[in-house]
T-cell receptor, first 112, second 115 residues
Framework: DAGVTQSPTHLIKTRGQQVTLRCSPKSGHDTVSWYQQALGQGPQFIFQYYEEEERQRGNFPDRFSGHQFPNYSSELNVNALLLGDSALYLC???????????FGPGTRLTVL | AQSVTQLGSHVSVSEGALVLLRCNYSSSVPPYLFWYVQYPNQGLQLLLKYTSAATLVKGINGFEAEFKKSETSFHLTKPSAHMSDAAEYFCAVSKDQGGSEKLVFGKGTKLTVNP
């Protein structure tokens, strides 16, 4: 079992650009959640996808959007990047209500 | 609303000493509580979780935590620290024991283990 995988591992962008991060859930999982972890902080919930729909959303602006595909993989898109968007972006997968969330290794985004 | 406060952003112990990492929670509904560990440049790994079945929860790597409702606490302990325990530890609260609800994390406690 490959577990939760994320790509790319690292990414450098400049202010105003757009970025797409990708996540493949653990085998058998149908729910994907995204978290942002700024340096020295705990992860903060961005949103959760289930059955290709956004099921819950945290306190993040509309610049943050996502998508879930029929194979349960997911993308996180961030438009009009700001310096403050620099963070580790974590993806977590689960089966709705059945077990805990399993986290991937994250994508480190640096905005210059 | 739910929240978690971790007391002490940095904790330093000697190898073989007791590890105690503190976590207090706030929740308007019965909480489900979690401890995660994060090693450098890695994602989060679940150490243990409280799901109301038992107040003393045993996890991986010799860690355990006790849920105390009267103190709204869920402190993490390990009797004897090992060098490999050096990492950052996060306490989290949720409305659900599974993957249905978001996790609300504390700011983390970085554990240093001295030889």
């Amino acid at each position: 079992d490959a577990g939760v995988t994320q790509s790319p591992t690292h990414l450098i962008k400049t202010r105003g650009q757009q970025v797409t991060l990708r996540c493949s859930p653990k085998s058998g999982h149908d729910t994907v959640s995204w978290y942002q972890q700024a340096l020295g902080q705990g992860p903060q919930f961005i949103f959760q996808y289930y059955e290709e729909e956004e099921r819950q959303r945290g306190n993040f602006p509309d610049r943050f959007s996502g998508h879930q595909f029929p194979n349960y993989s997911s993308e996180l898109n961030v438009n009009a990047l700001l310096l403050g968007d620099s963070a580790l972006y974590l993806c977590a997968s689960s089966s709705l209500g059945l077990n805990e969330q399993f986290f991937g290794p994250g994508t480190r985004l640096t905005v210059l | 609303a739910q929240s978690v406060t971790q007391l002490g952003s940095h904790v330093s112990v000697s190898e073989g000493a007791l590890v105690l990492l503190r976590c207090n929670y706030s929740s308007s509904v019965p909480p489900y509580l979690f401890w995660y560990v994060q090693y450098p440049n890695q994602g989060l790994q679940l150490l243990l979780k409280y799901t109301s079945a038992a107040t003393l929860v045993k996890g991986i790597n010799g860690f355990e935590a006790e849920f105390k409702k009267s103190e709204t606490s869920f402190h993490l302990t390990k009797p004897s620290a090992h060098m490999s325990d050096a990492a950052e530890y996060f306490c989290a609260v949720s409305k659900d024991q599974g993957g249905s609800e978001k996790l609300v994390f504390g700011k983390g406690t970085k554990l240093t283990v001295n030889p």
